[in-house]
């Protein structure tokens, strides 16, 4: 599990390669991931927007930017939770992953948090992140 806290709102993932969504002879390898963003601060938040740096095996990269989660956008009151699962194919066998989402208060102000950086490797392919 990869783990990253920003302004007391912890973010954990946990990644898991899909070998039945894979067909790693045509290029195609892919990745479930699941979330959960925790709020252990004292106050409400939602979650705006997402920004994803997807890098694959060959160091290509692509950004992905767009609306909340899985077409939510999850207001977290202290101590609250929000969990969801997504997915990413690649066209090499790892990879890696990192991001920030964009919050706001309830008074309006807006601040990013940290999505830790996280390996993509399927089972016959392991490598480290540094």
Excluded: C
């Excluded at 077409?71 to 977290?76: F, H, I, K, M, S």
């Amino acid at each position: 599990m990869y783990r990253a806290v920003t302004r007391q709102i912890e973010v954990t993932v946990e990644p898991s390669f899909l070998p039945e969504r894979s067909t790693p002879d045509k290029g195609r390898f892919f990745w479930a991931y699941t979330i959960v963003i925790i709020n252990t601060g004292t106050e409400t938040v939602q979650l705006k927007t997402r920004h994803w740096i997807i890098t694959d095996g060959t160091g290509r990269s692509q950004e992905v930017r767009g609306e909340g989660v899985v077409g939510e956008q999850p207001v977290l009151e202290p101590g609250e939770r929000f969990e969801y699962t997504s997915g990413v194919p690649l066209q090499t066998p790892s990879g890696f992953m990192t991001g920030s989402y964009q919050m706001v208060t309830e008074d309006g102000e807006p601040f990013d948090i940290d999505i830790p950086a996280f390996s993509l490797d399927s089972p016959d392919h392991r490598r480290t992140l540094n």
